[in-house]
């Protein structure tokens, strides 16, 4: 018996994820896919009416970048649960001492060009 369901992309399987969490009465998890997630609900508007019950009603959401809830949001109608980030590190990454800098600095591991 699954104490919770996480479906790693909701324009995919969230689609079956829904079906699982309800069978067995366990929360649903949703990550957000960077800008895929958008493009391709985006692309089925004949589901778009199941995506956005599966976004509101799922227990919690974690977005890749920080854009894409509010993106969410505004293509499918608001959450009412909690949506957070989820850091992705990858192969290449390794933890390095913070350091002090003269100015600001902004980085991200995420396209900003698709940001604005």
């Not at 929360?27 to 976004?55: C, F, M, N, V």
């Amino acid at each position: 018996m699954p104490e919770l369901v996480h479906a790693h992309k909701l324009s995919v399987e969230g689609l079956a994820g829904d079906i699982v969490a309800e069978r067995y009465s366990v929360p649903l998890i949703l990550s957000i896919q960077g800008d895929s997630d958008l493009k391709i609900i985006g692309a089925k508007p004949s589901l778009r009416a199941t995506y956005a019950r599966i976004w509101k009603g799922a227990d919690m959401a974690f977005a890749f970048a920080p854009w894409n809830g509010p993106r969410l949001d505004a293509l499918l109608g608001a959450r009412s649960g909690p949506t957070g980030l989820l850091p992705c590190p990858g192969p290449a990454d390794e933890r390095i001492a913070p350091k002090v800098a003269a100015e600001p600095v902004i980085r991200s591991a995420f396209h900003l060009g698709v940001a604005g």
